[in-house]
C-alpha cells in the first residue's frame, strides 16, 4: 500500500492483489527487484526481463482497475496492480505509488535489458477476438431492438435499449484501452495508468 524511496534510488510498492490475501511487497534497487509475498521471496534480475504488458482490467464494485505483468525470458511473470484490496468489498486505489513504482521499474527495465519489450493492452490474439464478439453484441442486440420496434413493443425495445447502453458503457473501454501497441519507458500509455488527483 506504500511507495518508499530512499537516496540510494530504491523504491518500494505494496498491494493486496485479492480480498483477504496477504500484501505483495516490491523492492527496486539498481537493477534489481525483490518480490515478497509473505511465504517467498524472490530476486528478478531485471536484465531477463523480455516483456512488460500494462493493461487496463475491469475491477469489482466499478472500480477501474490498470494492471502491469512482468514477463521474464524463461516464462516466468509477476503482476501487480492499482487497487489494494482490504476487504471483499472495499479496495484502496494505489494513484500516485502505483504510477511512480510503474514508472520507475520500466525505466530500470529499459537500463538493464534496453531490447525489453514494452507493450500496451492485451495481446492481438485475445483482443481481436473480444472485439469482435462485442461488436457482434452490440449488432445483434440493435437488430432485437429493430425487431421489437417492428413488432409494436416499445417496452422490449426500451429495455433493449438501456442493454446496449450498459454493455457499451462496460464494454467500450476494455476494448479501446486494451488494443495493443508498444510505448516507451519515456512515455508510458498514460490512459492506463491511475488519473492522478
Keep these: 500500500m506504500t511507495l518508499q524511496t530512499s537516496s540510494l534510488m530504491t ?10 490475501s496477504g500484501p505483495i511487497s516490491f523492492t527496486l534497487k ?3 527487484l525483490t518480490v515478497d509475498s ?8 531485471l536484465g531477463a526481463v523480455d516483456t512488460v504488458r500494462m493493461t487496463f482490467e475491469p475491477g469489482r464494485l466499478a472500480q477501474r482497475s490498470f ?16 487497487l489494494s484490496w482490504k476487504s471483499l ?11 511512480a513504482f510503474t514508472h520507475a521499474l520500466c525505466d530500470a527495465i529499459v ?6 519489450k ?8 485475445l483482443w481481436l477476438p473480444a472485439s469482435a464478439l462485442a461488436v457482434a453484441s452490440l449488432l445483434a442486440m440493435a437488430y432485437l431492438i429493430w425487431q421489437a420496434v417492428q413488432m409494436g413493443a416499445p417496452r422490449v425495445a426500451l429495455l433493449g435499449a438501456l442493454l446496449a447502453a450498459v454493455g457499451v458503457w462496460q464494454i467500450e473501454p476494455m476494448i479501446r484501452l486494451n488494443k ?18
Excluded at 509473505?38 to 534480475?45: A, I, L, Y
Excluded at 502491469?68 to 492499482?82: A, E, Q
Excluded at 495493443?180 to 488527483?197: C, D, I, M, N, T
Design 11 to 20: 523504491q518500494t510498492y505494496s498491494h493486496s492483489p485479492k480480498p483477504f
Design 30 to 32: 539498481g537493477s534489481k
Design 38 to 45: 509473505g511465504r517467498k521471496v524472490h530476486e528478478v534480475q
Design 67 to 82: 494492471r502491469t505483468k512482468v514477463i521474464m525470458r524463461d516464462g516466468k511473470s509477476f503482476t501487480f496492480s492499482s
Design 89 to 99: 468489498v472495499e479496495a484502496q486505489e494505489m494513484t500516485r505509488e502505483y504510477r
Design 111 to 116: 537500463r538493464a535489458n534496453p531490447d525489453a
Design 118 to 125: 514494452l507493450v500496451a493492452g492485451k495481446p492481438w490474439g
Design 180 to 197: 495493443p501497441r508498444p510505448f516507451r519507458s519515456e512515455a508510458l500509455p498514460e490512459e492506463l495508468l491511475p488519473k492522478g488527483s
